[in-house]
């Protein structure tokens, strides 16, 4: 009743291959910042020494020493004796030190003791910081050569 006679779908004919694209110039390495992977320092590694870099970092270990990087994460394990700057930091964990960066997280359990320069600060209900909170001092326009006071002077001894 329902019968349906299929053909055989023609064939293309055989096409030659595409010319090949012409190479694309390589970006300069500022521009190229997307980071296959993130670096792990697992819950059973201790790091004598700075971590430096411009990729992800997550801390589930120790690190004794300076942390410099494009993002870090320290997990709840983690704990860091040092200077920690990056563009955006989260802690879950503990650092020891100045924390500086665009952005800061400060998850529930987290405990900083020293210093956070920011430009974006968060803390959760039960985070703990002991330090002081300074806001990122974006640089103003130069000023110009005169300064108002000299102008007040000026204009007191009667000279413009």
Known sequence: ???????????PAP???????????????????????VSVIGKDITVEG?????????ID?????????????IGESGHVEGTV??????????????VTAKQIR????????GDITHEQLAMET????????LK???PTAQREAVSPVSDVINLAAGQN
């Open 106 to 113: 400060l998850f529930a359990s987290a405990h900083v003791d």
């Open 1 to 11: 009743m329902f019968s349906k006679t299929s053909k055989p779908a023609p064939r």
């Open 61 to 73: 270990g120790v690190v004794r020493g300076d942390v410099r990087v494009g993002r870090l994460s």
């Open 15 to 37: 096409q030659s291959r595409p010319a090949a694209a012409p190479p694309q110039p390589l970006e300069p390495a500022a521009v190229r910042r997307n980071p296959t992977a």
């Open 50 to 58: 700075g971590v430096t870099g411009e990729g992800e970092v997550h």
């Open 136 to 138: 990122f001092q974006r």
């Open 85 to 98: 700057s990056a563009e955006l930091v989260e802690v879950r964990g503990k650092v020891v030190g100045a």
């Open 126 to 133: 039960g985070a703990s910081f002991q330090g002081r909170s």
